[in-house]
Nanobody, 121 residues
């Protein structure tokens, strides 16, 4: 199976920056899209940013211009650089990857356990 482990969350003041990382490990034959979602208390999980295996990116309007998603395919790792953070960015951030374990298997979506980001003075 594929395991995703996030890191880099924490407490930051408004206007500050954080860099989240997510490393995929396990039996991986290939990884397609990788991305980040977030879920604030009492709200649904929403897309933050996504990046294809070729490097094409897409961002939620709420973070566009303040966040940058990138990936290192050799390390099976995706990053999310977040700048000019606002209190409304407070949420649990989840990493996701579309991967397959063999050349014959289907593409499945995998999720990390989540990392808390809190933006507060």
């Amino acid at each position: 199976q594929v395991k995703l482990v996030e890191s880099g969350g924490g407490l930051v003041q408004p206007g500050g920056s954080l860099r989240l990382s997510c490393a995929a490990s396990g039996r991986i034959f290939g990884i397609n899209d990788m991305g980040w979602y977030r879920q604030a208390p009492g709200k649904q999980r929403d897309l933050v940013a996504i990046i294809t295996s070729g490097g094409t990116t897409n961002y939620a309007d709420s973070v566009k211009g303040r966040s940058t998603i990138s990936r290192d395919n050799a390390k099976s790792t995706v990053y999310l650089q977040m700048d000019s953070l606002k209190p409304e960015d407070t949420a649990v951030y989840y990493c996701t990857a579309q991967a397959r374990t063999t050349i014959f298997s289907r593409w499945d979506d995998y999720w990390g356990q989540g990392t808390q980001v809190t933006v507060s003075a």
